[in-house]
């Protein structure tokens, strides 16, 4: 998807709140300024208006995306009703939720629902909230089923994001920023422009680094006695106390982008992206927002609640010198490394067929050392992880362009892929100075895990105009795709008692088919009014649990327990798009119901720390949106914009684990299938995470002239969420309340642009927004009880001034 005209100031024309409208200027006397500003999108890998696009898709200019500072998936997400992101620190990474329906994030192995696409190539690690997120041309957000044009685990809803490619004439920008919460500065270059008649390159390079933080870390030093199951001695050690505030990130990123257009058949696209991001604590936004008697489990002076406040100490020493990849000075941390190759190609044959190539390779790794029960107190756990990512894939298309009434598209995707993963864990105080290498001493548990995959996915569409109104369209892809796999504990301390397998390896060796068709009716009712039915599937590949944990008696006690199936959607939408009042009001309708068969979904049981994958037997969504914009003639510069969601997303079938301290009489009384007597409880007709029923945005910006050349804007977004519960196994301690934020950005900028002032404040009402839960660890402590609700945790309000210069 792409806007049509750098001067538009359009956002999220569908579903999302209000952005900075353009100035128009009459070019003559008979020209009106303000109105609505056409946005063109290629959701459909064609070129085509917004408006005549049946499928449900939202956009942020680029002019939106730099007046908001939106450079991340979190901050797309504080824009847009419905759709959560949770950054977490072990596992996957994120938990992507959209519409009620996501993915969890404590296992590394399940891919997300809502697919993130960056120019045009599929990411499906939750780690990928760490890429380098700038100098971006536009964002699209598409809900529901999407996998005819963007593959295989586009079950939720995809992400599109497209980064911004060299202009046609020298331009270099520089930027300062600093955020006064977290005191952070930030740098920022561009240069871009022409070669030569056919050659544009572009290099955007962002440097940021923190002083301070958003959340405030009141661990206290606490004793760690380490047993030593060599000598049957205890060895008293420390684990001092981290007051740093959080996450006291240091950030660069880089991207070079190169066009090549030798003739006016072929367009060539290289970017080359590099991102190293450090953070000073791995789970930085881990609060504890509710636990029994207002108190840590573990910690009494832990004070639960709606705050920004985490207790988590450094490594003791001996562990800080002994675990691998641990800092020496016992810091704790996360390390995100990633560089990515990209070549887009586009080559027209003849009149009638486009020939497109787009190539990837990409490459991350992340190593992290944290305080594995989130909370400061005696002999607590603390583990190191290294895993990483690579993967490489090529996806052709060939699309006709006749000028009759039937068109096509044909393609086909491969991929390979392989997933590495290692981590040492040190819990209960365990050592062995007897250990066969002097780094296992300190190591409770040690994992070491791996995922070979391939995919061979061919797909097309066929659109046949019935009349000069009507339009048939028709696809599918096929998925073929082969994972091998394995796990195993290298090592455990013997003072564990043979409760996890030593060395017995854990294999999988899957093979996955599945088709994805689609199909979809329009009728242009009037040049103004396009109304769409459509029928959708998609399909998300099953998998291998890598960051699991291989118990003697746990669930099945075999190496099927890391093992999941293919997550399904099928159902249908239908909508209204309208262009009324003479270009002034953009006014849309859809409607949708879809069922998810196999949802995939994983548990860790906190009193145990295990870790359960499973397949959910079904859920569904249904609901409405209505989405509007307002840009009228008589107030030039003026827009207003909003939306109102109703959405219900609940599981039809699904028997699930149950929650930390929920008894019989709570409704602990059945098994979950499938396993070794894991305790059960039926959550049918309860709701899915994140699934507020109701949302909405509204807000109203202005961009107009002081004259002399200078120009001015202010926005004012709101979004409101309607109640929800936090967890995916209806936990009725994990529910949220209702909450409304606002946003605002006010500038002021020169003559042509060349420097500009702005002022961005964000979360205004400082809301506790959770986007994600996992029960405390070793919790609940006590009969009873149940345990402590460790939310991720969004950004408290925030306040930031950035100068921007400009050169042409």
Request: glycine residues 10%.
């Amino acid at each position: 998807m792409r806007i049509k005209t750098l001067a538009s100031h359009i956002a999220l024309a569908m579903g999302t709140t209000l952005s900075f409208a353009p100035v128009l200027h009459a070019a003559d006397e008979g020209q009106r300024a303000g109105g609505l500003e056409e946005i063109i999108v290629t959701a459909r890998k064609r070129e085509e208006s917004l408006q005549d696009a049946p499928l449900t898709v939202s956009a942020i200019s680029q002019q939106r995306i730099e007046k908001f500072d939106v450079t991340s998936l979190e901050k797309i997400a504080a824009l847009s009703p419905q759709f959560f992101v949770g950054r977490s620190s072990n596992g996957s990474g994120a938990q992507m939720t959209l519409r009620g329906i996501g993915s969890s994030s404590t296992s590394i192995g399940i891919e997300q629902s809502v697919a993130v696409v960056l120019d045009g190539v599929y990411y499906g690690q939750g780690r990928v909230l760490n890429e380098g997120m700038f100098d971006l041309a536009q964002i699209e957000l598409l809900k529901g089923p999407q996998s005819l044009f963007f593959g295989k685990n586009a079950t939720a809803g995809v992400i599109s994001i497209t980064t911004a490619k060299p202009t046609q004439e020298f331009e270099a920008t520089a930027k300062v920023g600093y955020e006064f919460e977290a005191e952070q500065t930030r740098f920022e270059g561009i240069v871009s422009g022409p070669l030569s008649d056919t050659v544009g390159a572009r290099l955007a390079v962002r440097y940021s680094d923190m002083s301070g933080g958003y959340f405030a870390n009141k661990s206290t030093e606490q004793p760690y006695n380490a047993f030593d199951v060599a000598t049957s001695t205890v060895n008293p050690y420390i684990a001092p106390a981290d007051n740093r505030d959080a996450p006291g990130e240091e950030e660069t990123l880089a991207r070079l982008t190169l066009t090549v257009d030798p003739n006016d058949d072929l367009s060539m696209t290289f970017m080359a992206a590099v991102t190293d991001t450090e953070v000073s604590n791995s789970s930085w936004n881990y609060t504890h927002f509710n636990c029994p008697g207002g108190v840590g489990g573990l910690n009494p002076n832990l004070s639960c609640g709606d705050n920004f406040v985490i207790t988590q100490n450094r490594m003791p020493a001996p562990l800080a010198n002994s675990l691998p990849y641990a800092r020496s000075n016992g810091d704790l941390f996360n390390l995100y490394e990633s560089y990515s190759l990209t070549a887009n190609v586009e080559y027209r044959i003849g009149d009638n067929f486009t020939l497109a190539s787009v190539t990837n390779y990409q490459d991350n790794e992340n190593t992290f050392g944290l305080s594995g029960d989130f909370q400061s107190f005696p002999t607590a756990t603390f583990a190191t992880e290294k895993n990483a990512w690579n993967a490489f894939s090529e996806e052709l298309r060939l699309t006709s362009d006749f000028d009759g009434d039937f068109n096509f598209l044909v393609g086909i995707l491969y991929q390979e892929t392989e997933r590495t993963f290692d981590q040492w864990v040190a819990t209960a105080g365990l050592m062995n100075s007897a250990a066969p290498d002097p780094s296992l001493v300190h190591v409770a548990s040690s994992k070491s895990s791996f995922t070979d995959g391939k995919t061979i996915s061919p797909f097309f569409q066929l659109n046949w105009q019935l009349s000069d109104t009507v339009e048939v369209s028709a696809g599918a892809r096929y998925s073929d795709e082969t994972k091998k796999s394995e796990f195993v504990h290298p090592y455990n301390n013997p003072g564990l008692g043979g409760i996890w397998r030593e060395n017995e390896v854990a294999r999988g060796d899957q093979s996955f088919e599945e088709w994805s068709p689609e199909a979809t009716l329009s009728w242009q009712i009037n040049d103004d009014i396009l109304g769409y039915v459509a029928y959708k599937t998609a399909y998300k590949s099953g998998g291998f649990s890598n960051s699991g944990i291989f118990s003697a008696d746990f669930m099945g006690g075999s190496e099927s327990d890391f093992l999941f199936e293919p997550e399904t959607a099928e159902g249908f939408e239908a909508g209204i798009k309208s262009t009324l009042l003479d270009n002034q009001l953009r006014l849309n309708f859809t409607l949708y119901k879809y069922t998810y068969e196999n949802l995939q979904v994983d548990f860790f049981n906190s009193p145990t720390f295990a870790f359960i994958t499973l397949n959910v037997g079904e859920a569904a969504t249904k609901g409405f949106e209505l989405d509007l914009e307002y840009a009228p003639f008589d107030i030039a510069g003026l827009t207003l914009r909003g939306s109102v969601a109703y959405n219900k997303a609940e599981y039809d079938d699904f028997i699930s684990p149950c929650w930390g301290g929920q008894t019989a009489a709570m409704g602990c009384d059945t098994t979950v299938p499938g396993t070794n007597g894991t305790p059960g409880q039926d959550i049918s007709g309860s709701s899915t995470a994140m699934a507020p029923k109701r949302s909405a945005s509204m807000g109203v910006s202005y961009d107009g002239s002081l004259g002399n050349g200078l120009s001015y804007g202010i926005a004012l977004d709101g979004i409101y969420s309607d109640d929800y519960n936090v967890s995916a196994f209806a936990n009725p301690h994990a529910a949220r309340d209702a909450y409304t934020t606002w946003d605002a950005s006010v500038y002021l900028a020169g003559t042509d642009d060349r420097w500009e002032v702005k002022l961005l404040g964000k979360n205004l009402t400082d809301e506790h927004i959770v986007s994600g839960v996992v029960d405390g660890p070793s919790t609940p402590v006590a009969g009873g009880e149940y345990a402590d609700q460790l939310g991720f945790t969004s950004l408290p309000r925030t306040f930031a001034v950035q100068l921007t210069a400009r050169f042409r």
